[in-house]
């Protein structure tokens, strides 16, 4: 199938069937396209928490107002932001450069600089916006891989966030959790998959200049 083909075929999947799993090569795969996500200054100013256990994904369905793929889908995946963006973060960011470039580091100092002076202008509220829309990046690279990839999955956002830091400990890591989506198989009974999918006329969608 062409990409359009595939993304026609995907939907928010709202019924996983609980007995079909990814394979260890179809997660790896689909983690390294999301590892290739764009983002500004190529910061990735987020993480990506992979979630399998079981008795935490009980916890967290119940903070997700007891939405069934929490703990139906094969793996449950979590996109969330870095809270202590700062001139640390991103000296271990230009010292990864340079290693991964075979640069030395003083060719960099320049990028340093204007990646330090964009950020000292932001309030924390600010920052952790920034790199919410990079996380948000990074879902639209999952979900158009997963469909590539035959995959479904399913980006959810009606869940308590306190409550999803709370039990992954993520305030002690620096995280904060951004948007989480579902990765599987789909469900034969699920209707959601035999509907139409509905979108915009292109023409009231697009605009040419």
């Not at 390294?32 to 994904?57: C, F, M, N, W």
């Not at 999952?142 to 966030?161: H, K, Q, R, V, Y």
Request: charged share 25%; hydrophobic share 40%; glycine share 6%.
């Amino acid at each position: 199938m062409s990409l359009i083909d595939k993304l026609n075929w995907r939907y928010a999947t709202k019924k996983f069937d609980h007995t079909k799993k990814l394979s260890p090569a179809q997660l790896d795969e689909l983690l390294k396209a999301v590892h290739l996500s764009p983002s500004s200054a190529g910061l990735q100013s987020y993480k990506v928490i992979v979630v399998e256990d079981h008795a935490t994904r009980e916890k967290l369905r119940e903070a997700a107002n007891g939405q069934s793929q929490i703990t139906d889908a094969s793996q449950l995946i979590i996109l969330a932001s870095e809270t202590n963006l700062d001139e640390a973060y991103v000296k271990n960011y230009i010292d990864h450069v340079a290693k991964t470039r075979q640069i030395g580091r003083e060719n960099l100092e320049g990028f340093e600089q204007m990646i330090n002076s964009n950020v000292s202008k932001l309030t924390e509220e600010q920052k952790l916006n920034w790199s919410n829309k990079q996380a948000y990046i990074a879902l639209g690279v999952l979900l158009t891989s997963a469909a590539e990839l035959g995959i479904d999955a399913c980006p959810m956002e009606g869940f308590n966030a306190a409550k999803f830091d709370e039990i992954l400990g993520l305030k002690e890591k620096g995280l904060s959790t951004t948007v989480i989506a579902t990765i599987g198989f789909r469900s034969e009974d699920d209707g959601y998959s035999k509907l139409a999918k509905v979108r915009k006329p292109e023409e009231e969608m697009f605009i040419h200049i």
